[in-house]
């Protein structure tokens, strides 16, 4: 069974993960973000493919949208005949290795690689990706001089058209790649070794099923563990969970006959699950903080999207761009629940225009909460810098937002049913179980965060009924993400009478 870079890399991380992919890729677990992982990387090599000049690609796929392999193999010793300078996806097969090059640059000395990655950091999982392509192509005799790694620049701004020699970052990793180089051969007919199995092997839980990438396996492979176990312990390293397991301190019991140390939240996770005790309200706790607010007050949620390639000037490559925000407010002491909402022309930047719907919507010191403010708070600072005729009124609005969170992360208020996170998503069900209408799974296209970026996104270009509906879907998603926190504020009251 052949091998590819994506299939060795997998394999060098954990054998059985490729093993999985093979024989049972039903077993993973969905990623809804994966998709526009996948389309940005796409976006961003087919953007690169211009980084040294001229090129010609050999990309071909079938009637099915697959990759025509065989064709590209064709096509790249074609264009290699012909000396072409650049030739990108220059496809590459030898001992049962395959491989397609970003860019394949034709130098003095041989030829250079070039491995494009959306990313902003360098990872060693792409060292292992390049010593992989060098060895795949030596094997088939071509003589690699350098090897280098394109990733994003963080730091780049867009003003017009995307300049792509400022938007990618180059360097040379042909030392780096070195030692791992060595290991290719060996690791290689080890994966084919392996890929041969038709029963599942074993392989223990460790480090491997988060690091370098969260596996899609781990509901499966861990399926036997008790729940709750030292995995799910509040804010617990992986790596301390993984030692706690080879040390067989895996339930909450064996967490408590070990004596392993434990911090305050973690202890009081595990006191609530062995002894089934009822919510805690820390009363004094829960009055304070609600004693800081005023009215008339509102909750506030934003939308973002973030994208590899900035789309719109002013933009840098993954800045969080709000869309959305959803607006619940009470003007006065038992006042009414009123709601406003906004949701950005999906085809133009939407930044302005939202931005001056806020400050209409939110009146100078008014008194603002959100859950987890720190993200509210840097969406509007971004507003405020990108536009300094407005900056005054964001900032006013960032300065008088409290946060709902505080009340869950400071203990003042735990429920078993949290299991330790103090997400919303967590929190809302604790306080309100089996409620239908704050459960984000009756919701109709968007269910959460990824989704409404997807969707928000999938919208440009779209026009009708369909345009109209999820547009319509992604206002009330937004909606119950603020109505959520009317009705735990109002929770928190009740608690303390």
Known sequence: MNLSKSRYTRFCQCPKMLWQDIYHPERAEADPSLARRFREGSEAGDLAMGLLGDFVETTVLRQDGSLDISAMLKDTQKYLSEGRENICEAAFSGNGCYCAVDILHKCADGYEIYEVKSS???????????????????????????????????????????????LFRIHDVTQEIAPFCAQVASNAARAMAYLAQSKEP????????????ACAYWKYCSRD??????????????KKAVACLRQGIVSFDDVVRSGVPLDGMQRRQVEFEQLALPTHVDKPGVKAFLQGLSYPLYFLDFETF??????????????????????????????????????????LDPRRDLALRLVEDIPAGACVLAYNKSFECMVIKQLAEAFPDLAQRLLNIRENIHDLLDVFRDGFVYDRAMGGSFSIKKVLPALFPDDPVLDYHNLADVHNGTEATDTYLALRGMAGEERERLRRSLLAYCGLDTLAMVMLWQRLRELCI
Not at 202 to 213: K, N, T, V
Not at 227 to 233: E, R
Not at 326 to 341: A, F, M, N, R, V
Request: net charge negative; glycine share 6%.
């Open 225 to 238: 563990l008790p729940s709750p176990n030292v995995f799910d312990l509040y804010n617990i390293r992986n």
């Open 306 to 347: 973030q994208t590899c390639i900035p789309l719109y000037d002013g933009l840098r490559p993954y800045q969080q761009v709000p869309f959305q925000y959803s607006l619940h407010y009470i003007p006065e002491k038992d006042g009414e629940l009123l709601h406003k909402e906004f949701l950005a022309d999906e085809n």
């Open 202 to 213: 074993g392989m223990p839980i460790g480090e491997q099923c988060f690091a370098p990438y």
């Open 120 to 166: 902003t950091e360098l990872k060693e999982a792409y060292l292992l990706d390049a010593a992989y392509q060098r060895h795949v192509l030596e094997t088939c005799g071509l003589k690699i001089a350098r090897v280098f790694l394109v990733n994003i620049n963080n730091r780049y701004v867009r003003q017009g058209e995307v300049d792509i020699h400022a």
